[in-house]
């Protein structure tokens, strides 16, 4: 069985005992953008906040992109959040490789580089990475 067959099968039994009051619109109160890191999915306890005051958006890196920047728009102006927080993390994916390496190794693989080069977001150091994080949220 799959990972995805094993949660296709769990997810039928959530449907089953599934609260409908749950299904209610959340009012989030913060934005968290973070990375797309497995270590970083209990956010409620790595943050001590409640899964309904934050709207997460995740990204590999946590990278901001254009996509994430219009997320941030919708989640401040349409669904009311008030509040922006960036969470990095040390022993991301993201070091571990460079942009341009990857385009060479998926060159290599396929034998064709296109489409490309693509944009990957490989940094090499989280503090100086949410820095300049910080620049473009805040600029
Ligand atoms: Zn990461």
Do not use: W
Request: glycine content about 8%; hydrophobic content about 35%; aromatic content about 6%.
């Amino acid at each position: 069985m799959s990972l995805i067959d094993k949660a296709l099968k769990a997810n039928e039994q959530y449907a089953r005992t599934y609260d409908p009051s749950r299904g209610a619109h959340p009012e989030p109160k913060v934005a968290v953008v973070t990375c797309m890191d497995p270590r970083l999915s209990d956010l409620e306890a790595i943050l001590g906040l409640a899964t309904g005051d934050m709207d997460v958006i995740r990204t590999g890196g946590p990278a901001v992109t254009q996509d994430v920047l219009s997320e941030l728009v919708v989640s401040t102006r349409v669904l009311g959040t008030t509040e922006i927080l960036l969470l990095d993390h040390t022993g991301c994916g993201f070091t571990t490789f460079t942009d341009e390496g990857l385009n060479q190794k998926l060159a290599s693989l396929t034998g064709n580089s296109e489409p490309g080069p693509m944009r990957f977001f490989s940094f090499e150091d989280p503090e100086h990475h949410t820095g300049l994080l910080r620049e473009v949220l805040v600029d």
